[in-house]
């Protein structure tokens, strides 16, 4: 009944820039922290950026100066600017939220279906 569905991943050169865009749908009362999260290759999930309801941003140390994390609370929609990008950020990114929703109004963790982000030359 809640849904995160991710956009924007693909392949680039290092050094480049993507835009990941990941929309929350359904039946939504709130949202609070909004995140996106990535998964190498034989590697564990990590979080990559985090932003608060209230705009509060965190950033992974890897990314600090080179990725940034925004949301319309309109749309339901978090991003995320990747620039200057590096071989080691490749991945498959995942977004995450926190919704109160659904039919019986619950706090659900919620996690879209991941989109990969490839940087090669």
């Known amino acids: 009944q809640v849904q995160l569905v991710e956009s924007g991943g693909g392949l680039v050169q290092p050094g480049g820039s993507l835009r990941l865009s990941c929309a929350a749908s359904?039946?939504?009362?709130?949202?609070?922290?909004m995140g996106w999260y990535r998964q190498a290759p034989g590697k564990q999930r990590l979080l990559v950026a985090r932003?608060?309801?209230?705009?509060?941003?965190q950033y992974a140390d890897s990314v600090k100066g080179r990725f940034t994390i925004s949301r319309d609370n309109v749309k339901n929609t978090v991003y995320l600017q990747m620039n200057s990008l590096k071989l080691e950020d490749t991945a498959v990114y995942y977004c995450?939220?926190?919704?109160?929703?659904?039919?019986?109004?619950?706090?659900?963790?919620?996690w879209g279906q991941g989109t990969l982000v490839t940087v090669s030359s």
């Open positions: 995450n939220a926190w919704i109160v929703g659904g039919a019986d109004h619950r706090l659900l963790e919620v």
């Open positions: 932003i608060s309801s209230g705009g509060s941003e």
């Open positions: 359904g039946r939504i009362l709130s949202i609070g922290d």
